[in-house]
T-cell receptor, first 115, second 113 residues
């Protein structure tokens, strides 16, 4: 079956540090890939997505590139802020031709950014 | 503003009691989903529905039931058969168009008294 593996947290960084959160996946076919962010006590918000190999998703300074050859979708940001403190989830959709139902999530990586 | 509304934000259940979590969306999305979130476990799919009056079991449907009588509404009932119901429950919706993402509500935290 499908699976998503994220680097385990928690991750603690100083403000303006470089962020990488690793994500690798196993899937049949050609899934779409997503990063979601969850702030404390809230639901998930879509951060960025990529729908085919070599696509780069980007939003709010975050980027991730869909690497089919390494089955990876690592999240990066060049300079984190305290407001980026949250839990980040990598996810894949196994029905790219029919909508994004049946999302498979990683376990999440908690990021804390200190001033 | 369009969005997904979950209520209540906090809910308490007594042993042997059924409780119902509400989820309403005004995004005109065809599909709706229920997830359970436990610490360190990520999100697990309970049920989903792609059309009114139809729904399918997800990975952890045992002890839960749903209905989809209206496009906008997808309530989840946690029955007494669910022996470990304490969790954060998230509702989501999406269009059934290629690669459209799911949109999430703010969740309901269920606890056992």
């Amino acid at each position: 079956g499908n699976s998503v593996t994220q680097m385990e947290g928690p991750v603690t960084l100083s403000e303006e540090a470089f962020l990488t959160i690793n994500c690798t996946y196993t899937a049949t076919g050609y899934p779409s890939l997503f990063w979601y962010v969850q702030y404390p006590g809230e639901g998930l918000q879509l951060l960025l997505k990529a729908t085919k190999a070599d696509d780069k998703g980007s939003n709010k300074g975050f980027e991730a590139t869909y690497r089919k050859e390494t089955t990876s979708f690592h999240l990066e940001k060049g300079s984190v802020q305290v407001s980026d403190s949250a839990v980040y989830f990598c996810a894949l959709s196994d029905q790219p031709g029919a909508g994004s139902y049946q999302l498979t999530f990683g376990k999440g990586t908690k990021l804390s950014v200190i001033p | 503003d369009g969005g997904i509304t979950q209520s209540p934000k906090y809910l308490f259940r007594k042993e042997g009691q059924n409780v119902t979590l509400s989820c309403e969306q005004n995004l005109n999305h065809d599909a709706m989903y229920w997830y359970r979130q436990d610490p360190g476990q990520g999100l697990r799919l309970i049920y989903y529905s792609q059309i009114v009056n139809d729904f399918q079991k997800g990975d952890i449907a045992e002890g839960y039931s749903v209905s989809r009588e209206k496009k906008e509404s997808f309530p989840l009932t946690v029955t007494s058969a669910q022996k470990n119901p304490t969790a954060f429950y998230l509702c989501a919706s999406s269009n059934l168009i290629n690669n459209q993402p799911q949109h999430f509500g703010d969740g309901t935290r269920l606890s056992i008294l």
